[in-house]
């Protein structure tokens, strides 16, 4: 079964920028939709942003348009996700995950997830 790598989150500080990467083991994953989630401690798992197999079309949650972007690179299976303007309430960890259903990828009802990668915002 293929598997999803996040790496790239860390401490920031308010105001600052981080880019998440996630990698897929396998080729297969260059054609699925894939996106972004995160879930800080004590609430449930939201969903961040997707993206279609070609990157034409992306979705996000109300809480990062405009400071939060997702991309890919099908030659690499890689997605990113450049996050700009962080706020406190950004922290949590984020989860890669992928599916050959965009509605699936945007519940969030897809088998594949990545272990996620801590993001921390604080002065």
């Known amino acids: 079964q293929g598997q999803l790598v996040e790496s790239g989150g860390g401490l920031v500080q308010p105001g600052g920028s981080l880019r998440l990467s996630c990698a897929a083991s396998e080729r297969t994953f260059s054609t699925y939709y894939m996106g972004w989630f995160r879930q800080a401690p004590g609430k449930e798992r939201e969903f961040v942003a997707a993206i279609s197999w070609s990157g034409g079309v992306t979705e996000y949650a109300n809480s990062v348009k405009g400071r939060f972007t997702i991309s890919r690179d099908n030659a690499k299976i890689t997605i990113f996700l450049q996050m700009n303007s962080l706020e406190p309430e950004d922290t949590a960890r984020y989860y890669c995950?992928?599916?050959?259903?965009?509605?699936?990828?945007?519940?969030?009802?897809?088998?594949?997830w990545g272990q996620g990668t801590q993001v921390t915002v604080s002065s």
């Open positions: 995950t992928a599916d050959p259903r965009y509605a699936t990828v945007v519940a969030g009802r897809s088998g594949y």
